[in-house]
């Protein structure tokens, strides 16, 4: 009888942990180069002034330059600094010392989001291309379980990045750039949205604008009920390439409220409330002063990310300071803690989670 309770005891634990594990939903949302400067900074006072990239510098002023930069980082993204910090973790301020980067030497984004998604550095993946990623993901690995398998799902406004996790083979659900929406019932909603996607200007060639990753996204999450979701926006990036400051911190402070209001739908469902973690990091970072609207191998400080993380079971340990250097490679380690399932890269080295618990 001892024995027997003995290694109940023993037991236990490891029932509450699969069942913890069980009940586990998980969105990632990724913003494509958006620098740890604006998230942690807000608005960067050697750009607002600049009328070769800002279309009303007054205008922009008043939008978003404040005083400090804790007021202008709560008024460029307010729920990042309002709820996220409050409830959970964030890493990457690099004036508090709180480091994250990417391991791969390319600073550009197919292999920022394949170092993400398979837990490693590839050297041989160095271009944007969308060609399939000859190494096995996290998320991958998440459909082969029994608990998650058909319910792994994304959405992304950039073409490449569904070939990051290499789609065919891995049998996720994904829809990118132009191509129409992936849910299970076709509501009149969702055939408005293909419609309007058809119609509107194709203004960047292989992205769509994240307007319509933001609301395919939440039409998904009430169609098809995904308990594992990345969501990958892309406008802040393609506006620093053009040069066009205004319009990046617009797609900073709008993404912020997508990302806001995908939570607040999720937490008013019962299949989510209570039951998901809810991560952002991105790809790269960019230069700084006029290099800011690059990123790249001879880009400086183009190596820099940040990460946060909040929900089920999620400490709200809020913005870090003096920890790391983490890596863009550790999110996949991350993932498969948080799902509960066992994830080895290809190339044989565990990553250790980001700590947040
Ligand atoms: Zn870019």
Known sequence: ??????????????????????????????????????????????????????RDTAELRQAFWRTTPEERRAVLMPFVWNSIVRNGVVIGNRNKNSMMQVANKTNISYPGYSEMMTGMVDEAIRSNNPVNNPHRNVLEAANEDVR???????YGSWKSTRFAIHNEQAGIPA??????NISSKQTSHLRLLDRMQAGMPHFWKSEHFDAFTFAYTLEL????????????????????????????????????????????????DPFYRGKTVYLITCD??????????????????????WF???????????ETAENGPFYTQQVAATIAQILGIDFMPDNGVRQQPIPYQ
């Open 1 to 54: 009888m001892r024995r027997i309770i003995l290694s109940l005891f023993l037991f236990l634990p490891l029932l509450a942990a699969a069942k913890g594990a069980k009940d586990t939903r998980l969105i990632v949302f990724t913003i494509d180069g958006l620098r740890w400067q604006e998230v942690f900074t807000g608005a960067d006072p050697a750009l607002v002034g600049e009328p070769k990239m800002v």
């Open 148 to 154: 998650y398998r058909g319910k792994v799902m994304m």
């Open 175 to 180: 829809s990118v750039s132009y191509e129409p």
């Open 221 to 268: 999450l009430k169609t098809d009920h995904p308990k594992v979701m990345w969501v990958s926006f892309g406008d802040c990036d393609e506006w620093a390439h053009s040069n066009k400051y205004n319009l990046y911190l617009d797609a900073a402070h709008y993404t912020d409220a997508f990302i806001r209001d995908i939570y607040e739908a999720c937490e008013a």
């Open 284 to 305: 790269h970072g960019r230069g700084s002063g006029e290099a800011w609207t690059g990123h790249g191998s001879s880009t400086k400080g183009s190596e820099a990310t």
């Open 308 to 318: 946060m993380i909040w929900g089920k079971g999620v400490n709200a340990l809020g």
